[in-house]
């Protein structure tokens, strides 16, 4: 029988990262090593407190089926987090919590674009928002940023591209796959933009507590996630808790309203001994996520450190994420191509710079936040190989 | 600022007992108990050497990102159910994982068919599926079922609905919300119309465990879902994981990729530390699955003993899942009216059968997965009432 699937189906992509993976593994299988720097994940275990609390919340019995829009306890933890760490108190009903971030660019994006209008995001970019884009036939408006501008997009090159069919910007600070983290004048300029247009602003701070130079600004406080901004956030990256799936917006409550509707839909609700959980780890937010912060730092320094070797690699330390966007061009290779060669002649895995974007062309990304002597040698390696 | 929804948003509605639900919370602010009949959640708590198996994962670090397409050592488990319990040995390439058994009805569905293209299914139906054919604008096809045909839909009915824009048929045997159950008869019979006329079948089998009487045959068995049928199947009944949101689909390999990627896109993976928990609880299921299923089979005796006692109230005893769907025509009232006079005189919460669609109109569901005592009282109530 010949699978006859719906036109939205032909438009499901895969990531291309998965590509490489898949490479990686057959080589793998013939009995050799490899050093893995392309998956998103860290290292590090999330905090033993927060397992202990998810634990005594399973055996007290907060396995049944929970609010779609999340449990009031978590809610309203996320509250006080806004209200201590941005300056601002959303009402309760701005809050809705999901199955990781992740889900929400799918669902805050379906719910605020028509099939053919435009979102203004840079290039390169996180994956999922390309994958979002092609499945529901939205036009990606790119804006091309390298490592000499500091991955970041002027507020003048978004006002070139705004027409009438321009619903959205996202701004993702910091930044994955490149570490870019946006400057308060600069998001504030792009928030004008945004309200002299009448558009939304989907704000990605899934690594705002990895910041290593500067701070954190969000686009959130200028109006209180009221109006026109969507904040996502999550407990992957802060805690080191990927593969739990727990992440919440904050947004006008229409638009939460919506995507409540949308995740009873699609997932009925997050399990609610993992929500118990994830209220321990706000409440210890601070302590639990500077941990993390001093260790990714070190490693970032180890990293750049090893890679500034080569001469014919180019990148500028990021203040963010846990992510370098290398340029390889010097090398006389674009991103693809070094990658290949990466796995087959020094054994490390990176992701090639084109899965996040036509001006990726020419990079490698690699996640830094691995064990320090891997690091080390990886790169190290790394370095070797492009001379 | 007005908020300026996509099409889309504006097709997603919510699920109409969720209405029910605020009128009852509405009344408990003031003090008043209720008795609540009207979630598809049980009383039972999940067997205790699940919980401890989540515990040990997780205490062992199993927190990280995982395949989207499920663990292998899940989906190996998954094979050896089918190959035990079906009879047949599905690849592992045919097994995808997913956050629920719910998210694959929005996945599938909308991989398969096309905007303004049919499905056929039973009127009422599981509120999920008019859900879904709502946003994606999908032509749900109905087969009106009543008590007094036992809530099935005959091959008949569904050959005089085929038409060239028919992509799929639904059975959901036992069915929610009306405990139906199909024979082995019938769905060979509706096999063969699938497959006649090229068209896929769901196959909802998410109460397969919970049948009093006759026993369970699936569509699956007729072409070991490798050409047209797709089984949807899950935790949260068959072990009282309902807020666990862990499920599972068998189907034709490329249909399963597709599941894969489009998890992928929207909430990367599941939980591998509850996914290794799922392995235990697939691997001792003979034994967990009968406790629950000997207790609801005592309760849906009791019900229907209690509700018997009622001349309007008009329903034959369910031969599967963990509902009756009772119509309340004989007291002059339709469903809702029915509801909203139980609420206020008899402290007792249903669900208006409206919810699952038009020929659910002069029915209320009611699970009598519930506390015996608390069960007792609550049909008497409703008895009481009806007259």
């Keep these: 029988m010949k699978m006859n699937f719906s036109s939205f189906a032909n438009r499901i992509v895969g990531q291309s990262m998965f590509k490489i993976l898949a490479a990686a593994q057959e080589i793998e299988r013939t009995g050799k090593k490899l050093i893995h720097f392309e998956i998103g994940d860290t290292h590090l275990e999330m905090p033993d407190i927060v397992k202990d609390a998810a634990i005594k919340s399973l055996k007290a019995g907060r396995t049944h089926y929970g609010p779609s829009i999340g449990e009031f306890s978590l809610r309203s933890a996320i509250v006080n987090v806004i209200k201590e760490d941005y300056g601002f108190t959303p009402d309760i009903s701005q809050i809705a919590v999901a199955s990781g971030a992740n889900p929400l660019i799918y669902y805050i994006i379906s719910i605020l674009v028509n099939p053919g209008e435009e979102i203004i995001i840079t290039d390169p970019a996180f994956v999922t928002y390309n994958a979002v884009f092609n499945m529901l036939r939205i036009k990606g408006v790119y804006v091309p940023v390298g490592y000499h501008d500091g991955f970041r997009f002027s507020p003048a090159e978004i006002a070139k591209r705004i027409n009438k069919k321009t619903r959205c910007i996202i701004i993702n600070s910091p930044q994955n796959p490149t570490g870019a983290v946006y400057s308060e004048r600069d998001i504030r300029a792009i ?47 802060p805690f080191a808790m990927t593969g739990w799936r727990v992440g919440y917006a904050v947004g006008p409550q ?74 390889v061009s010097k090398t006389g290779m674009d991103g693809d191509a070094f990658a290949k060669l990466l796995i087959e002649k020094a054994s490390v895995v990176v992701c090639p710079g084109s899965g996040f974007g036509v001006a990726g062309k020419s990079y490698v990304r690699i996640c830094y936040a691995r064990n320090q002597d891997e690091l080390v040698r990886g790169c190290a390696a790394i370095a070797r190989i492009a001379g």
Tied chains: 1, 2.
């Design 254 to 327: 229409a638009i939460i309203e919506k995507i409540s509707l949308l995740s009873q839909t699609i997932v009925s609700c997050v399990p609610p001994f993992l929500q118990d959980a994830c209220v321990l780890a706000l409440d210890n937010r601070k302590k639990l996520v500077k941990g993390y912060r001093i260790e990714y730092k070190k490693l970032r320094d180890v990293a750049c450190h090893e890679l500034a070797k080569a001469k014919n690699l180019s990148f500028s330390k990021p203040a963010g994420a846990f992510y370098l966007f290398i340029d």
């Design 191 to 237: 928030y004008a933009l945004a309200k002299k247009h009448g558009l939304y602003i989907i704000s990605d701070e899934i690594y705002s507590s990895l910041i290593y130079e500067g701070t954190h600004f969000s686009a959130g406080t200028l109006d209180k996630c009221r109006e026109r901004v969507i904040i996502t956030q999550g407990f992957s990256k």
